[in-house]
């Protein structure tokens, strides 16, 4: 495919030679007419690039597929490169030894004859795998912003995005707010750490007690809220009822009965997501005014 000089062809075999990136270059008959060592490092290839020179480059392609974790994939993205002719960048194969490899395909022509192909292969590995580590430090992040570091469950913020996200669906939704009763007390009687155990053991309680579908999430304090999505409120009411009735108190080493109270409402009776917040806090309010220890369901 060169048509140059002797001396303008060794002066390219040593720029090419050069280079970081695994270079192909191939006639029209789609044998190998030139390419360099970094090509054969990439594809850890005892021979050297002299030694591929005049080799059919379909057959290369067809002894190494197996070195590629998707071995038919890697043979696909040459034949596909090949049959309209026409340039292909960033196609990114993935090897059996964890590197990552961009291909590059470019033809060539002289006016409209087809002259051959110019493979260029990138080994983006270090790229790559950073790019991947930084993912998982931005979704680690992204985690640790939408959890409680104390309880393990969703915060404030994750109840926030997870509520304007379900209430857009259309279904009903019911929502129970939670609160530890006489929870300042047992803070000032016995100390945080007891406060911190017992809101954990009553989240790990509530998290064993309902279905997948639902979330919980802390609100702050010692206050919970518990999503039901597709769920009516008479459902709602018996599940809670069930959930309340059936909590026992932590071990012996706290010193005082332990309740909660929930005050309980669903979207389908209220105007809006806001509105039905507010009925369950009010409706929890009045849990807590008449008594503690049971739940409240909004009538409004």
């Known amino acids: 495919m060169f048509s140059g000089n002797e001396s303008d062809f060794f002066r390219l075999k040593i720029f090419i030679d050069k280079m ?4 192909i270059i191939e006639d029209e008959k789609a044998d190998i007419t030139l390419t360099n060592q970094a090509f054969c490092n990439i594809f850890d290839l005892s021979t050297s690039a002299e030694e591929l020179i005049g080799t ?3 057959d290369f392609a067809q002894n190494v597929k197996h070195l590629f974790k998707d071995p038919e994939g890697f043979v696909k993205v040459i034949a596909d490169g090949l049959k309209p002719k026409e340039p292909v960048c960033d196609q990114l194969v993935e090897m059996t030894s964890g590197r990552y490899i961009e291909i590059d395909f470019t033809p060539a022509y002289d006016g409209d004859k087809f002259l051959g192909v110019v493979w260029m292969f990138k080994d983006l590995t270090r790229h790559y795998n950073k790019q991947m580590e930084l993912k998982a430090i931005s979704d680690e ?5 939408l959890t409680d570091p104390l309880t393990g469950i969703g915060n404030r913020r994750f109840l926030d995005n997870k509520l304007a996200e379900l209430y857009g669906y259309g279904d009903p939704l019911c929502i129970a707010v939670i609160d530890i009763d006489n929870f300042k007390s047992i803070n ?3 100390g945080h750490e007891a406060g911190d155990y017992i809101l954990i053991h009553l ?10 579908s ?3 999430g802390r609100m702050g304090g010692d206050e919970l809220m518990i999503v039901m999505p597709k769920t009516t409120l008479e459902d709602a009411e018996k599940r809670m009822m069930e959930i309340h009735s059936s909590y026992n108190r932590p071990p012996s080493s706290i010193r005082q009965k332990v309740t909660f109270s929930a005050g309980l409402a669903c979207t389908d009776r209220h105007e809006d997501l806001k509105s039905t917040i507010a009925s369950a806090d009010q409706a929890l309010y009045e849990a807590k005014k008449y008594g503690r220890n049971k739940v409240v369901v909004s009538v409004l």
């Open 20 to 23: 970081d990136d695994g270079l």
């Open 56 to 58: 059919s480059y379909d």
């Open 203 to 212: 989240v790990n309680y509530l998290m064993s007690s309902l279905r997948l």
């Open 188 to 190: 000032d009687s016995q």
């Open 214 to 216: 639902d979330l919980i």
């Open 141 to 145: 992040m992204l985690k640790q912003s």
